[in-house]
């Protein structure tokens, strides 16, 4: 089932070091609980319009559209945000309490990509270490760029194709949506780096199975 909604330690320190820079800048005191941009915890979410997906709430941003695939018991396979050619694959994870993954999930990526004959590298970019490849598929060769944000037992990974894969500053409304993505991890005890869960929003989800809708904001 797919369902569209078009609508009107590692990269938290990252973000950590900007919120510094603008606290140097004006000299104001921010709240701890407080990141003055996402993806946030559930627990310190600014209030906006979001859709829910269980595990994550996308954040409302204009002419994105948001591309989710489900089997038919609504639980979701796949999220993909899509702003004209660019676009985003969100993907979130279980995490340990006292240290961030993305740098052991990052390095496993890049060897995957190794042994599948993709060279991959390292860059620095504003949510911390990237990872940034060349693959072959079955349209042509892509550029991808893999985005990893560490958060409070959870764990972001965000995958930018189009001309975001390259260049950051073409994301735009996109890079929108994962500044303001939410993570609402729960209190259930999982595995380590296992996919938090994600469903359809009910009154997708009481479709008939198999069906194909757009949603217009």
């Not at 072959?136 to 194709?161: K, N, S």
Request: charged content about 30%; proline content about 8%.
């Amino acid at each position: 089932m797919i369902f569209s909604r078009k609508r009107a330690e590692g990269a938290r320190h990252a973000r950590d070091e900007r919120s510094d820079e603008l606290l140097d800048s004006t000299g104001a005191e921010e709240s701890p609980q407080t990141s003055s941009r996402g993806p946030y915890d559930v627990s310190e979410a600014p209030d906006a319009p979001r859709l829910d997906l269980g595990s994550l709430q996308i954040p409302a941003v204009p002419d994105v559209e948001v591309r989710v695939q489900a089997d038919p018991q609504g639980v979701i396979q796949q999220v993909v945000l899509v702003h004209g050619p660019n676009a985003l694959q969100l993907g979130v994870f279980a995490a340990p309490r006292s240290e961030g993954i993305w740098d052991e999930v990052r390095e496993e990526i890049r060897q995957s990509l190794f042994n599948d004959g993709a060279a991959a590298q390292e860059v620095e970019g504003e949510y911390g270490t990237e990872l940034r490849a060349r693959v072959r598929t079955p349209e042509g060769v892509t550029d991808l760029r893999f985005v990893g944000i560490d958060g409070p037992r959870w764990m972001v990974r965000g995958v930018f194709q189009g001309d975001a894969a390259t260049d950051p500053a073409a994301a735009g409304p996109l890079a929108a949506c994962l500044d303001g993505l939410v993570v609402d991890r729960g209190q259930e005890a999982k595995p380590v780096r296992e996919p938090l869960p994600l469903r359809l929003p009910r009154e997708v989800a009481e479709q008939q199975p198999g069906a194909q809708e757009r949603h217009e904001a």
